[in-house]
């Protein structure tokens, strides 16, 4: 079964560092998302991405965050200067088409660690 | 008011209950229902999309009111391998057509 990679499925960084979370989503997939879940809260949306660029973004996608489609197949999101507050479980996820109506497949997640 | 609103649990119940999960969200724009299932440190997984018209999958069921804006899920002859976190999910025109917005999940522990 086709399935969405991310890695890695943990780093720790410091605050301050940028970090580069990367995703292999479904390779027939057309629309990619990134969302992020800190622990014991709700899975929240930071970006939707197609076509080669951004299609949506929410309050907390700000300057320090980028995505990238760098080659056909992985699909990148970048935080600048990490903050205490970055510790999340980030997940990947793609769509075949756009988010209605269809099923959203994620990645395993990767856990950030900001100290 | 939260766009997607459920409750946390957790709800404990035996092996072959029948048990309901309520969700509600709050714009009535919101065009796509889905339920998601969430385990302990993984990704969401879909369980399935609900339709207008209501839906079944197996021993689950799945009823969308779009009146009073209300979901809801119910898991008949409940197993050990129910036990997980449910995510009430929209999606749709001014929740933002190309995302999904999640509830807090109603986490259920089902005992032998």
């Known amino acids: 079964e086709p399935e969405v990679t991310q890695t890695p499925s943990h780093q720790v960084t410091q605050m301050g560092q940028e970090v580069i979370l990367r995703c292999v989503p479904i390779?027939?997939?057309?629309?990619f998302y990134w969302y992020r879940q800190i622990l014991g809260q709700k899975v929240e949306f930071l970006v939707s991405?197609?076509?080669?660029?951004?299609?949506?973004k929410s309050e907390i996608f700000d300057d320090q965050f980028s995505v990238e489609r760098p080659d056909g197949s992985n699909f990148t999101l970048k935080i600048r200067s990490t903050k205490l507050e970055d510790s999340a479980m980030y997940f990947c996820?793609?769509?075949?088409?756009?988010?209605?109506?269809?099923?959203?497949?994620f990645g395993q997640g990767t856990r950030l660690t900001v100290v | 008011r939260k766009e997607v609103e459920q409750d946390p649990g957790p709800f404990n119940v035996p092996e072959g209950a029948t048990v309901a999960f309520n969700c509600t969200y709050s714009?009535?724009?919101?065009?796509?229902f889905f339920w998601y299932r969430q385990d302990c440190r993984k990704e969401p997984k879909l369980l399935m999309s609900?339709?207008?018209s209501g839906n079944e999958d197996g021993r689950f069921t799945a009823q969308l009111n779009r009146a009073s804006q209300y979901i809801s899920l119910l898991i008949r002859d409940s197993k050990l391998s129910d036990s997980a976190t449910y995510l009430c999910?929209?999606?749709?025109?001014?929740?933002?057509?190309?995302?999904?917005?999640f509830g807090t999940g109603t986490r259920l522990l089902v005992s032998p």
């Open positions: 609900v339709y207008s």
């Open positions: 714009n009535s724009a919101s065009q796509s």
């Open positions: 390779s027939n997939h057309l629309y």
């Open positions: 991405f197609y076509n080669n660029e951004i299609s949506e």
């Open positions: 996820a793609s769509t075949e088409v756009g988010a209605m109506n269809t099923e959203a497949f």
């Open positions: 999910v929209v999606s749709g025109r001014d929740t933002g057509f190309q995302k999904l917005v």
